[in-house]
């Protein structure tokens, strides 16, 4: 490869981690300006959406109720990890402390967003987006008292992390019961 073309390269690499930032950031503003239209646009136009269809039309009526179920909300990114697989596809991992102020109740979660990126017609955008939770509780609250989702409107969606991190189990494996009891508020 000659050096100019793998200065090319370079550069699109690093333009392009730099875009797929913006996606995680203006996702966060979208949903706390509750700009449906932007938030959409952000997913390749044929986003699968499960039950729900493909596309961005699909989309907006997923993350609509979503929304209503409280009223301000602050969704603050912490970290962001991408790892490419191609000139055209990444993945990514986004910490994120979420608010939202939902009756009289200011619920906070810890999530982490695990995404799939790809980029089309030189443009990136999120091909899936699934977030992941610690935790949910309101600000006033242990987050483990009395349980890891302390949020009513959200009680279908129980916390996964960090139990689904592939290393958590084996890290944990060698170290006795009483032992984690001592670290733990899980039963």
């Known amino acids: 490869m000659s050096e100019l073309a793998d200065l090319a390269r370079r ?5 392009s981690q730099l875009a797929i930032q913006q996606l995680a950031a203006r996702y966060a ?12 646009d952000l997913f ?4 699968d ?7 961005r039309e699909a989309l907006k009526k997923f993350i609509d109720p979503a929304v209503r179920t409280f009223y301000r909300s602050h969704h603050q990114l912490c970290g962001h990890v991408i790892e490419f697989v191609d000139s055209d596809h990444a993945k990514g991992t986004v910490y994120c402390r979420a608010e939202h102020e939902a009756g009289d ?6 999530i982490c967003y695990f995404d799939t990126y790809e980029r089309r017609d030189g443009r990136w955008y999120f091909l899936r987006r699934a977030e992941k939770h610690w935790y949910s ?3 006033l609250e242990r987050p483990g ?4 989702q302390n949020w009513p409107a959200w009680k279908e969606r129980k916390p996964t992390l960090p139990h689904q991190f592939p290393t958590w189990k084996r890290f944990w494996e060698r170290t006795p019961a009483e032992e984690l009891k001592k670290l733990s ?3």
């Open 11 to 15: 550069v699109d690499r690093v333009e």
């Open 145 to 148: 008292e009395p349980e890891f």
């Open 29 to 40: 503003l979208a949903v706390d300006s509750r700009d449906l239209d932007t938030w959409a």
């Open 44 to 47: 390749v136009a044929d986003v």
């Open 49 to 55: 959406c499960g039950s729900y269809g493909n596309g």
């Open 185 to 187: 508020s899980e039963p």
């Open 137 to 139: 509780s309101d600000v």
């Open 105 to 110: 109740r200011w619920i906070v979660m810890a």
